[in-house]
């Protein structure tokens, strides 16, 4: 796995040139529907499989041209969810962290959340196989599974056993934490039964 740190907020500029800048945003919705009937959902939370095979979230990198980050940031969500990102326009008040890569390039990444209505999400999914990168640099949206089932690894545990992007796996479980998205305890448990 590429190495990862946590940033200071705002961190980028005074990083040095040498150090590209990047934004990705976790979009969820609140869900009431129960898996086979009786396993809750509980929120829906999108991540995306990237061109590399690997897991990520929307987003991607901010370009000289773009006014700020959060615009670079809106710009890329148009190209990779189409239309109906529109709906997900994300502030600086969506701002949960930044990351630093340093290998295999220098990248400081800002990460966002946006909660959506389950109506809004669902239109966006819908719409986002005709997004511009499409079968291109977006293979798709997953939702990621927030529970566990019986054999006490299937469901979550399983998902984080995937290959995913620069520091998307560490934002994720971030974001489940700080958003309440699932009680630290369950996404603890979580993470040690997929390390098993
Ligand atoms: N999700 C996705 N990428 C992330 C994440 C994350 N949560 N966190 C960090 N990254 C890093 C990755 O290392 C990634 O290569 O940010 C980089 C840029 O993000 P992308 O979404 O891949 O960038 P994008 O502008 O959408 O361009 C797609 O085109 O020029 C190529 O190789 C370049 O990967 C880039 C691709
Ligand atoms: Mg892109
Ligand atoms: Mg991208």
């Not at 997004?131 to 949206?141: F, I, Q, R, S, T």
């Not at 998902?159 to 603890?188: D, R, T």
Request: proline fraction near 6%; include cysteine; charge should be negative.
């Amino acid at each position: 796995m590429a190495a990862v740190r946590k940033a200071a907020p705002g961190a980028g500029s005074e990083m040095g040139p040498e150090y590209k800048r990047a934004g990705h945003v976790l979009l969820h919705a609140p869900s009431p529907s129960k898996l086979f009937g009786r396993v809750p959902i509980r929120h829906v939370v999108l991540m995306q499989m990237r061109f590399d095979g690997c897991l990520g979230f929307p987003g991607g990198f901010i370009d000289a041209k773009d006014g700020s980050l959060e615009e670079g940031l809106n710009r890329e969500l148009a190209e990779e969810l189409g239309p109906g990102a529109s709906a997900c326009y994300v502030t600086e008040n969506d701002f949960i962290s930044s990351w630093v890569m340093e290998s295999p390039r220098k990248i400081v990444g800002h990460f966002y959340a946006k909660r959506l209505s389950l109506g809004d999400l669902e239109q966006l999914e819908g719409g986002a196989v005709h997004a511009k990168d499409h079968g291109l640099e977006v293979m798709g949206l997953v939702r990621v599974p927030l529970y566990t089932l019986r054999d006490g690894f299937g469901g979550l545990p399983a998902f984080l056993c995937n290959n995913f992007i620069g520091s998307a796996k560490e934002q994720l479980l971030e974001a489940l934490g700080c958003l309440g998205l699932m009680p630290q305890n369950k996404l603890e448990e979580a993470v040690r039964a997929s390390q098993k």
